[in-house]
């Protein structure tokens, strides 16, 4: 038998016999480490332990102490959630079962259940695990599977889609209980240290309102009863950050019935932060050497085709008949910027071309799936396109990558890397992907950046750098993106001349800063829980006169401080009301007159931390209220030195 070599986390090759394991490998690195195998990562996709190796596989080994071991404790949670609902109800058909980064669910049907009776089905899961059951893989073939779930057509959907071209079919058993799963799982049901059921939801099969709807259970585990605790923790302070919750209490954004699902209406307190996200994004697009465009809303469908958007993406589109032609609301910018590029000659000199636009997309997500600002049908994409020569293509992701970092470190936000490789359902030769990803591979290779491997996730043009937002409670979000794309410029023939006076292809890189204005604006009201920094904050300064006799002087304060945001409270509270209701407006900055700061021509200053200091002048305080809206300061910083 001949050998084969797999690529580990390091960039060396192990060699090891064609049809090694995950765990065969793991004992060629060494006994201690084979012994302690888990699971393992085989090009970006956690598998089971007994997964064979293909050569020139991407190899990391998953044990007890990997960051991923917690997504394999989770999964057999899920197993043992379900092994305790067909204890108690042994009516209930099962359907799917993953882990999650927060958890798992499971979505069941053919039983009534309701949050009252999660902590009996809690309680059995707890002894499931005492019973320490071991966790055992086996293969059954194509009819017995079938057999199994004769009564179950959901397991039958699967069987018949997803594994329609396997002979054999991976089932984890663990005592009486068994279920279609190609895992990975640990060892026995007892490695389970602490779990918590959580909610139920409504779930569509397959996430498509036409098909059934299915009662999703979602739930927690984690290796010691510490952790969970410090998981619930978190979930509570989570809830209090709610941007759907923050949202209606600040008055930035709402989300009406009777207007649209998924159609977010922005109020004058949520359009001046985004005023002030555009802004910035738009400096840093200028002071990167790109052009402003912009598009409309809507195109004829033969654009989309032409695109390659038509067939991999109309289900998510909306269209209209418009006199006999059909159209579609964008749901991407980049065929119409390369359309804008090919409105004209380009010399190999002129490149790289870089247009950007905040863009309005139009999606057709799934009803079930809309979430406050998370998940919209409408969005906005600060947008960017680059037409490049191919040996501009490392420099000007460095470029971008740069940017990206910048926008992170401005918000005071953790980025985490990833690259995502060719999906299932793509564009574009074998060879090209090959290329793409890559060029992609060598940029972050050579920059020093940590990432790790979304297998499958790529657009459906091209593979793409992921950044994930992770916030104040360490919770990830999707981010900005820097995809390359071989296949929009051959689509749309887009051409340059080269240095040799012969036509030659640009390469187009799609790049966002922010990825979505909506979501990045969720991000930001959770992560600051509603307390943004000056800059961005809709209402920077309230003036709070002692008495209706300091209003003349409140309204010449609020004139000295007109380059910035400042209100007057003029409702006849006392002061400490004022106080508490700026508090709670989470007002950066409250300017207190009396007469005495009117017969001095100071101002008293406290800001939301409640420091306070007296007899300040008019004129240090717009200074400095300048200087930090410039620096973009993470944090109201004038009465420091009072902490």
């Not at 989300?255 to 359009?271: C, F, R, S, V």
């Not at 490049?388 to 971008?400: A, T």
């Not at 200087?627 to 009465?639: G, T, W």
């Amino acid at each position: 038998m001949s050998d084969i070599a797999v690529i580990l986390p390091d960039g060396t090759e192990l060699s090891v016999e064609e049809g090694a394991t995950v765990r065969d490998a793991a004992f060629a690195i060494g006994p201690g480490l084979g012994k302690d195998t888990v699971a393992g990562v085989v090009d970006g996709e956690l598998v089971d332990k007994k997964t064979p190796l293909h050569d020139g596989a991407d190899l990391v080994i998953v044990t007890d102490q990997s960051d991923e071991y917690l997504d394999v404790l989770r999964h057999s949670a899920a197993h043992v959630f379900a092994q305790a609902l067909q204890r108690l109800h042994p009516e209930a058909k099962l359907t799917i079962g993953p882990w999650t980064d927060d958890g798992f669910y499971y979505d069941v049907t053919s039983v009534d259940l309701e949050q009252e009776e999660l902590e009996a089905i809690e309680d059995e899961m707890r002894d499931i695990i005492e019973e320490d059951l071991d966790i055992e893989r086996a293969l059954v073939d194509r009819e017995e599977a079938l057999e199994k779930y004769a009564d179950n057509p959901y397991k039958r959907d699967i069987l018949e889609t997803e594994a329609a071209g396997d002979d054999e079919l991976s089932f984890y058993q663990q005592g009486e209980f068994e279920d279609l799963c190609k895992g990975p799982h640990v060892e026995s049901t007892g490695e389970i240290g602490a779990v918590k059921l959580l909610n139920i939801s409504a779930a569509y099969w397959r996430g498509d309102e036409e098909n059934d709807t299915l009662t999703r259970v979602y739930g927690t585990a984690f290796e010691s009863e510490s952790d969970l605790e410090a998981f619930l923790d978190m979930r509570e302070e989570a809830k209090e950050r709610d941007h759907r919750k923050l949202g209606q209490e600040l008055n930035l954004f709402a989300i009406d019935e009777t207007t649209g699902p998924g159609l977010p209406l922005y109020q004058p307190n949520g359009k001046r932060i985004l005023d002030e996200l555009a802004d910035y994004a738009k400096q840093l697009n200028l002071d990167a050497g790109y052009d402003p465009v912009e598009t409309p809303h809507l195109f004829r469908t033969e654009l989309w085709k032409k695109s390659g958007h038509y067939e991999n993406y109309v289900d998510d589109m909306f269209l209209l008949d418009v006199n006999d032609e059909e159209y579609g609301l964008k749901p991407m910018n980049c065929p119409g910027h390369a359309t804008i590029f090919d409105q004209q000659s380009w010399s190999y000199r002129d490149l790289p071309v870089r247009y950007f636009e905040d863009g309005k997309v139009y999606r057709k997500e799934q009803r079930g799936e809309l979430s406050g600002l998370s998940r919209v049908w409408s969005f906005t994409i600060d947008d960017g396109h680059l037409f490049v020569r191919p040996d501009q293509i490392e420099d000007e992701i460095n470029l971008i990558i740069d940017n990206i970092l910048s926008v992170f470190d401005t918000f005071g936000l953790d980025a985490e890397v990833a690259l995502a490789t060719r999906p299932e359902k793509s564009v574009g030769s074998d060879e090209i992907w090959e290329q793409a990803e890559t060029q992609l591979r060598a940029v972050l290779d050579d920059s020093g950046i940590d990432y790790g491997i979304e297998a499958g996730d790529g657009a459906f043009y091209g593979p793409k750098i992921d950044f994930a937002f992770k916030d104040a409670l360490g919770r990830k979000w999707d981010g900005p993106t820097v995809q390359l794309d071989f296949n929009m410029p051959d689509r749309f023939d887009l051409t340059y001349t080269g240095e040799d006076n012969e036509d030659h292809q640009p390469v187009m890189i799609h790049r966002a800063l922010y990825g979505s204005y909506e979501r990045f604006f969720m991000v930001l009201i959770e992560h600051f829980n509603g307390k943004f920094p000056f800059w961005l904050a809709p209402e920077q300064v309230r003036i709070l006169p002692i008495s209706d006799d300091q209003m003349g002087y409140a309204k010449q304060l609020q004139y000295e401080l007109g380059d910035f945001r400042v209100d007057i409270e003029d409702r006849s509270w006392t002061l400490g009301r004022k106080i508490r209701e700026a508090q709670t407006d989470r007002v950066p900055y409250m300017v207190i007159v009396g007469g005495d700061e009117e017969e001095d021509g100071t101002i008293s200053v406290r800001d939301r931390k409640e420091r306070e200091a007296k007899d300040v002048s008019v004129e240090a305080f717009r200074d400095h209220l300048r200087s930090e809206y410039d620096e973009k300061r993470p944090e109201p910083d004038f009465l420091a030195d009072a902490e």
